[in-house]
């Protein structure tokens, strides 16, 4: 084998495991979550009860109350990768969905994993995605013990790195008005979103009377 054989052969192979990196911190987090979901709908209770803060640094139990549906993002505010591209989409998806908003069928939540982010960064993230209209709140987790739960709770995978960032679950979770996720959408597409939005809204309104 000669010199340059051997060197385009050690290129590829350092190329493919950055690859499988990135592939590994972000989509790869979103399979593994993907498929631990069924455990989630078979839990008792509401998934995302923890200790939280809100976004203007008062404590909360669960996620907030308003809208009969909770579309729910994982988040924290120094990613700039794929939470960047998962929050222009939800902004998308809550301008299309403005209507239902309104009408207080659906309510909007990023959730951050960063106790650092309560007050300032969340509200920031919120004011930013949903150009300052209401029905949309931001809340973050208390601290460490309460992410842990958080993670238990609703088979989140949450990895905070050496320097403080975090590689964590994306996509999108579905929350009834009793806590309990109905339903995961790991798409950030703006158009499969909504229609699983959609779905979500239309399988759990009550039939019409006669």
């Known amino acids: 084998m000669n010199t340059m054989t051997w060197r385009l052969g050690l290129g590829t192979a350092t190329l493919a495991a950055c690859l499988w990196i990135l592939?590994?911190?972000?989509?790869?987090?979103?399979v593994l979550t993907s498929a631990r979901l069924p455990a989630v709908h078979a839990a008792r209770g509401p998934a995302f009860a923890a200790p939280l803060l809100t976004r203007d640094g008062g404590p909360l139990s669960a996620l907030p109350a308003q809208g009969s549906l909770r579309v729910v993002e994982i988040t924290f505010e120094r990613c700039r990768t794929i939470c960047a591209i998962q929050g222009e989409s939800l902004a998308e998806a809550f301008r299309a969905l403005r209507?239902?908003?309104?009408?207080?069928?659906?309510?909007?939540?990023?959730?951050?994993?960063?106790?650092?982010?309560?007050?300032?960064g969340i509200a920031r993230r919120v004011?930013?995605?949903?150009?300052g209209h209401d029905g949309w709140d931001g809340v973050c987790v208390r601290d460490a013990a309460a992410?842990?739960?958080?993670?238990?709770?609703?088979?989140?995978?949450?990895?905070?790195?050496?320097?403080?960032?975090?590689?964590?679950?994306?996509?999108?979770?579905?929350?009834?008005?009793?806590?309990?996720v109905v339903g995961y959408e790991p798409s950030s597409n703006k158009q499969t979103l909504v229609l699983a939005i959609?779905?979500?809204?239309?399988?759990?309104?009550p039939a019409p009377d006669g």
């Open 127 to 131: 004011n930013r995605l949903s150009s």
């Open 23 to 30: 592939f590994a911190e972000t989509e790869g987090l979103r």
């Open 147 to 180: 992410l842990a739960l958080l993670a238990r709770r609703v088979g989140l995978v949450v990895i905070q790195d050496g320097s403080g960032e975090f590689r964590h679950t994306t996509g999108i979770f579905l929350v009834g008005s009793d806590g309990r």
């Open 99 to 120: 209507s239902d908003v309104d009408a207080k069928r659906l309510h909007f939540v990023s959730l951050s994993v960063d106790p650092g982010d309560c007050p300032a």
């Open 198 to 205: 959609q779905e979500a809204m239309q399988t759990r309104r």
